[in-house]
């Protein structure tokens, strides 16, 4: 069974400072996929970024980039340069191939500081 | 309209009250999902319903009952619900296949409230 652990219920960082949000995650695949969401007040999901378990370089996407570490089982989300804006729970998520839906974590809310 | 919708965006009914959710994806996909998210829980998937028939029915109690009546709509009937029952309900969209990477895009949710 897949798992996804992220263990910081709550982030604080200074806007225009970089943060990185951490994820864990268990699965018995070899092929896998790896996503981040961001869950605004207005309660709709949005996807931010992507990585497969046999992509050679760490995903980006603007802002977003993930620190993929496939021997740690990490992928751990970095935003640069943080906006007000960011402000909103983050969750991770995976599913490996085929149909399976996707797996969640617990999510991490990250307050952006003026 | 565009990517996924859902209706009533809040939904306030009393536990001997029959309602339902309604969801509209405008992307093509062949699946669907309900999932259900509550205060400092993960998201918890509910159904699956791939190429318009159930897949997954993760234990859900029988007073929430799917209906997919197309590839594009999926409801969400709801009837004599538990005080507990309130969360975010939000419906998602993919397009399942060999890939591993089947973004699933997400509707705004429906907030239920039940008293």
């Known amino acids: 069974a897949q798992k996804i652990t992220q263990t910081q219920p709550g982030m604080f960082v200074q806007e225009k400072e970089a943060v990185t949000l951490d994820c864990t995650y268990d699965t018995s695949d070899q092929s896998y996929g790896l996503f981040w969401y961001k869950q605004p007040s207005s309660g709709e999901m949005i996807f931010l970024i992507y990585?497969?378990?046999?992509?050679?370089q760490n995903a980006t996407e603007g802002r977003y980039s993930l620190n993929f570490q496939k021997a740690r089982k990490s992928a751990n989300l970095v935003i640069s340069a943080s906006q007000l804006g960011d402000s909103a729970m983050y969750f991770c998520a995976m599913r490996d191939r085929g149909n399976t839906p996707l797996v969640f974590g617990k999510g991490t809310r990250l307050s952006v500081i003026a | 309209e565009t990517g996924v919708t859902q209706t009533p965006r809040h939904l306030v009914m009393g536990m001997t009250n029959k309602k339902s959710l309604k969801c509209e994806q405008h992307?093509?996909?062949?699946?669907m999902y309900w999932y259900k998210q509550s205060a400092k829980k993960p998201l918890e998937l509910m159904f699956v319903?791939?190429?318009?028939?159930?897949?997954e029915n993760n234990s859900v109690p029988s007073r929430f009952s799917p209906e997919c009546p197309n590839s594009s709509h999926l409801f969400l009937h709801l009837h004599t619900l538990q005080p507990e029952d309130s969360a975010l309900y939000l419906c998602?969209?993919?397009?399942?296949?060999?890939?591993?990477?089947?973004?699933?895009?997400f509707g705004p949710g429906t907030r239920l409230t039940v008293l």
């Open positions: 992307l093509g996909h062949n699946a």
């Open positions: 990585q497969g378990s046999y992509d050679e």
């Open positions: 998602a969209s993919s397009q399942v296949g060999l890939a591993e990477y089947n973004e699933q895009f």
């Open positions: 319903y791939s190429l318009e028939e159930r897949v």
